[in-house]
């Protein structure tokens, strides 16, 4: 397996958000806050890489006519356990996205990597497949929530202390001090207008990055007569 490849497509190639995408419903309903996305990148994350593990290591056993099913029971099971585990040790950040965890498990992305990947590779390279899509998945939602929230407010991961912890309360910045903020960006449609923004962003820079490569491949070439 070559986990260069599999770390770089779940970071950015086949990011779930920038390129495949999907899960666009949380990335736009509890991006309002850097700390929002932040939390809820989090608890995807688990879930796609304990999802990824199971499948992985039960491959074998799962009947592909029932494969889907199961899947999604595994899927919930982690969940639900995933949402056990906030509301005991983070119940602020539990009470702000709400509903959202439980909708985790209809997230396309997690279906679709146990269904591409993990049921057809070892637990190893699953693990890997499952942490950086959702690490890749986070990064999406903090990148949204921070353009949202530096342009609302002014500041980045505010209320860090109170969702997530006094340990992360370090991560509170206010970036422009007396700043009365841009309203609209911490709205609903100020979500799309920071995904929207983000994938211009995006494609640009894999544009460039393409002709770069393309340019150095043309150089490298052995002239012929």
């Known amino acids: 397996m070559n986990y260069l490849q599999i770390t770089r497509d779940g970071l950015w190639d086949k990011n779930v958000v920038f390129t495949q995408m ?12 850097a700390t929002n996305g932040l939390g809820m990148g989090l608890a995807t994350t688990a879930v796609l890489l304990g999802a990824n593990v199971l499948i992985a290591a039960l491959r074998h056993l799962i009947s592909p006519d029932v494969r889907i099913p199961v899947f999604i029971v595994l899927i919930a099971t982690l969940v ?10 983070l119940h602020e950040l539990y009470k ?3 509903l959202f965890i439980a909708l985790i498990v209809v997230n396309c992305a997690i279906l679709g990597r146990a269904e591409s990947f ?5 637990v190893a390279a699953s ?12 990064l999406a939602l903090i990148a949204i929530g921070g353009t949202r929230e530096i ?5 980045l991961f505010k209320d860090a202390h109170l969702l997530l912890g006094e340990a992360f309360s370090f991560l509170e910045l206010t970036l422009i001090p007396g700043y009365k903020g841009f309203l609209l960006m911490i709205l609903p449609p ?12 995006k494609r640009i820079i894999d544009q ?7 340019e150095a491949a043309s150089v490298a070439a052995p002239v012929t007569a």
């Open 151 to 155: 342009l609302g407010s002014g500041t």
């Open 208 to 214: 460039r990055s393409a002709r770069r490569a393309q």
């Open 127 to 138: 693990a890997l497949d499952g942490l950086m899509m959702g690490l890749g998945f986070t």
């Open 80 to 89: 639900t356990l995933v949402d056990m585990a906030l509301n005991a040790w």
């Open 96 to 98: 702000v996205l709400g």
């Open 190 to 201: 100020g979500g799309f207008l920071a995904v929207g923004f983000l994938l211009a962003v």
């Open 22 to 33: 999907l899960a666009l419903c949380p990335a736009l309903a509890v991006t309002s806050t």
């Open 118 to 122: 993990a049921s057809k590779n070892p």
